[in-house]
Each structure stands twice: as structure tokens, then as C-alpha cells.
């Protein structure tokens, strides 16, 4: 089985997924062009079925800050297997506890937690924890940032000019959503605000009733936009001046800018926050946590008021284990000394070649994640993309820099994520097959 998929071309396997899976792939986010078929996955590097390696800055969008398959987090897993815990599904365990505990000391924000499989299942969570807090519908969210699959965040990630048009502030832009089925209803209660525009936000909170603000703290969906000094703390404020809950949706910030989050870095404390990804380096968890009197609608004594939330596999053992093993990992500041001290490796690298190469160029940073935009201006928001980005000149550098073995996913403006299992030496190959496709294109 093994030596036919190793001689199977990729298309042979395409084909035969089209047959069975809708799309042809599972996560239709994924299908893109080159159909490269991976099967293999070791610390900084992944295999397709052919053999060949790649250095890995895709991270299976992101949530691998410790590289594949990192033995520790493995271990941790194993360990629970053979000490056959299992899903109970009844009552709390200490497991789950210690997780809890752990994520409730790395966070300042949290003062209770919750947990969930997805990072979307947090974010639709908190939405709804949101409105029963503050009994009001609408909610806020940022032009250019993704929080999820369902109804109220579904809209277009990456829009065209021509469907927002230009920039409006103060002001909000439509929702065009990212998928059919979902009620004008729904759209109707969600305003769409650019990010870094503390006016638009201030006018819709004045304008509608808003439950809450539900924004990445940096939007790293679009590449890397960061917050401008002042945005994230003006953000709380005028929540609190309006009565909205102000919740961050650190699914990628969180662990990867620090263990406290971007929320740390910056300094700042949403109401709410949801995390996912990088919590269990790959295993599927999410979080929603924050304020305590908030956070216990969760099990309100008046049954009117009582928010929901279930899941037959949440804190499933497996996944709690690889979150607990990564946090404590992560708690080490070896960790994060080692990811800082090779990204900057990058960084540098990458700069240096872009300046030689006499390249318009912006390499916007967030701690491990990165994205280079082929443009001067930094990006303060999805208008300063759309309106200098080199669309098509990213798209062909990635789709070179995958033929040498670089693998970045190939659709511009995708994050790259560097992982704590890179080497000097993946940095080095990077930098030497970066220089080849500059000047090859
Ligand atoms: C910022 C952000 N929020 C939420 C999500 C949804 O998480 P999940 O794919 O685990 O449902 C993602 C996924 O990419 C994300 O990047």
C-alpha cells in the first residue's frame, strides 16, 4: 500500500478524492493549486507522497509553534492512551482541571475558561454568550479578518476594492459573505468596520444596539496587520462606554506572540477572549475564557439567562494532554527565546535579499508569523492591501519558492509561521532558495 501511494502521481490522487469527497478535499480552504499530496509530517519539515521534502512555513495554518510531530507533545499522547484514560463524558476530571488551571495562569484576561474542539465553535460561543450578557443582537466585526465557518462571521476574507469600495470612516461596509445559506437575517445584525478605525467603531456602537466587538488583535488572515498604539485599549473603552462586550479572537496570535497571548504583549484586557490552534501544537482544541460574572451564564442558577454550551468530544484526553505538554513547554522561556532568535534569522535574511534585489518590499512581523508584501506602505488595513499589494508577483514567488522545496501556502497574503523545530540550517536553505527565485522571476 505504502510503496503504490509513494509511485501514485498527484493527480491520480486528486481524481480519486474528487470520487468520494465533496470538492475532492476535506476543508475546501484547502484546495489550492499546486495539489501537492503530503503524508508526512517531522519537526520544520513535511513529505509529499513522492518523497520529496519541504521546509514548512504553512504549519497546517498555523497551529504547529513546536513543528510536527514535536516528542514531547507525542509523548504526552501516548501517555494518555496507554494509561487508557478515556472520553467519560460525564462529570470534570483532573485533567481538564490542570488544563484549565494552566491556561487561566498563562492569560491575565481569564478568570474562568471553557473548552471547545474549533476555533470556530469559541468564537460562535462567545457571540452568543455576548448577547445573552448584554441582551442586544448586533455585533462588530473587522473588514479583513476571519473568525470562523458560521453564519455571523462567514463574510469574504479578502474582498475586491470594487465590492467594499473605497475607505469609509466614519462608517461600515457590507457584509459579503464568504458562503450561500446564510439568512439576510443574520447579516443585517453584523457591521462590518475597517480595523485600526476607532470612529467606525465608535459610530456603530452609537448607532445599534451592540452586543459586541469581535476583532483579531492583530489580523493575521490577511498576512500580518498590526494594531496601531492606542487601537486594541480604545477598543475596550468604547465597549465599555456603549455597553458591548470587547472580545479578542487570538485563534492565531494566541501562544505565538507569547503565552499570554498578543493581549500580554499589548498589554490590554478584553472582556472575552477565544484562542485555538498553537494551545495544542496541532490538536484540535479551542478556548473561550474571560471575566468570571460573564463567564458563569455558563451555568446561571436562572434557567432564563443559562448560555449553552456542549460537546460530546470536548477535552477529549488526547487533546487536552498535547495542550497541557505545549503549555508547559512554552512555559520554559528557552522556547520562545529559540522561535524569537530564528525568526529573526529570517527576518533579516529576508530583508537583506529584498533590498539587494532592489524588490518594493514589506515584511510585517508578528513574532513567528510573517508575511512579505510586495509593496512599500504598511499595511494598516485590508484597503492598504488591496490597494498596493503585488497580487500576482506574490503569487508566483510562492509557487517558486514550492518548487524548491519552501512550502508557504500558495495564495498571496497567507501568513507563514515559523516553528520552534526550525533550524539555522532550514533558515539558511530558505534564504539560499529565496535568492534563486529572485532571481529567477
Ligand atoms: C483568527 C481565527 N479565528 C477563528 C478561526 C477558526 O478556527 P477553526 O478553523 O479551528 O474553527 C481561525 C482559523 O483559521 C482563525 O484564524
Redesign the pocket.
Known amino acids: 500500500m505504502m510503496i503504490k501511494e509513494k509511485l501514485t502521481p498527484f493527480t491520480e490522487i486528486n481524481r480519486e478524492a474528487g470520487h468520494y469527497i465533496a470538492g475532492g478535499v476535506v476543508s475546501i480552504n484547502r484546495k489550492v493549486s499546486p495539489q501537492i499530496v503530503f503524508i508526512k509530517g517531522k519537526g520544520s519539515k513535511i513529505y509529499d507522497v513522492t518523497g520529496k521534502e519541504y521546509i514548512d512555513y504553512h504549519a497546517g ?1 498555523a497551529p504547529y509553534l513546536l513543528g510536527h510531530n514535536f516528542k514531547k507533545i507525542n509523548d504526552a499522547v501516548l501517555e494518555v492512551i496507554k494509561s487508557e484514560w478515556s472520553l467519560m463524558g460525564s462529570g470534570t476530571n483532573p485533567l481538564e482541571i490542570k488544563l484549565a488551571r494552566l491556561l487561566c495562569e498563562s492569560i491575565p484576561s481569564l478568570e474562568l475558561v471553557q473548552i471547545t474542539n ?3 465553535e469559541a ?1 460562535a460561543h462567545a457571540i452568543r454568550l455576548a448577547r445573552a450578557w448584554t441582551k442586544r443582537d448586533d455585533i462588530i466585526l473587522t473588514l479583513g479578518g ?4 458560521h453564519n455571523e462571521v462567514a463574510r469574504h476574507v479578502m474582498p475586491d476594492l470594487e465590492e467594499i469600495g473605497s475607505r469609509v470612516s466614519a462608517g461600515e461596509y457590507p457584509f459579503i459573505a464568504s458562503s450561500s445559506g446564510i439568512p439576510e437575517s443574520t447579516k443585517e445584525k453584523v457591521h462590518i468596520v475597517n480595523f485600526n478605525d476607532l470612529e467606525s467603531v465608535e459610530y456603530v456602537l452609537k448607532n445599534y444596539p451592540v452586543a459586541c466587538l469581535l476583532t ?1 488583535p492583530v489580523l ?2 490577511i498576512g500580518i496587520v498590526s494594531p496601531k498604539p492606542g487601537y486594541l485599549q480604545g477598543l475596550i473603552d468604547l465597549c465599555e462606554k456603549y455597553g458591548a462586550l470587547c472580545i479578542f ?1 487570538e ?2 496570535t494566541g501562544f505565538r506572540s507569547a503565552l499570554g497571548g498578543y493581549q500580554a504583549v499589548a498589554g490590554v484586557k478584553p472582556h472575552l477572549s477565544v484562542f ?2 498553537a494551545v495544542a501544537n496541532g490538536y484540535p482544541i ?1 478556548v473561550i475564557g474571560g471575566k468570571k460574572e460573564i463567564m458563569d451564564l455558563f451555568d446561571s442558577p436562572d434557567p432564563a439567562k443559562r448560555v449553552l454550551i456542549a460537546g460530546t468530544y470536548t477535552a477529549h484526553p488526547i487533546n487536552t494532554a498535547a495542550s497541557i505538554a505545549t503549555i508547559e513547554f512554552l512555559k520554559n522561556p528557552k522556547a520562545y527565546a529559540w522561535i524569537d532568535k530564528i525568526s529573526n534569522r529570517l527576518y533579516k535574511g529576508l530583508t537583506n535579499l529584498f533590498n539587494e534585489f532592489g524588490i518594493s518590499f514589506n515584511l510585517s512581523t508578528n513574532a513567528s508569523s510573517f508575511c512579505v508584501y510586495f509593496c512599500e506602505k504598511t499595511p494598516d488595513d485590508l484597503h492598504d492591501i488591496l490597494e498596493n499589494h503585488d497580487f500576482k508577483f506574490d503569487s508566483i514567488y510562492r509557487k517558486a519558492l514550492i518548487e524548491r522545496g519552501i512550502y508557504h501556502f500558495p495564495i498571496p497574503c497567507k501568513q507563514g509561521s515559523i516553528s520552534y523545530a526550525h533550524s539555522e540550517e532550514d533558515i539558511d536553505i530558505t534564504l539560499a532558495a529565496t535568492r534563486e527565485v529572485l532571481k529567477s522571476i
Open positions: 495554518f474549533t476555533g470556530s468564537t476571519y473568525n470562523g465557518w483579531e493575521q488572515n479572537d485563534v492565531k485555538g490552534k479551542g
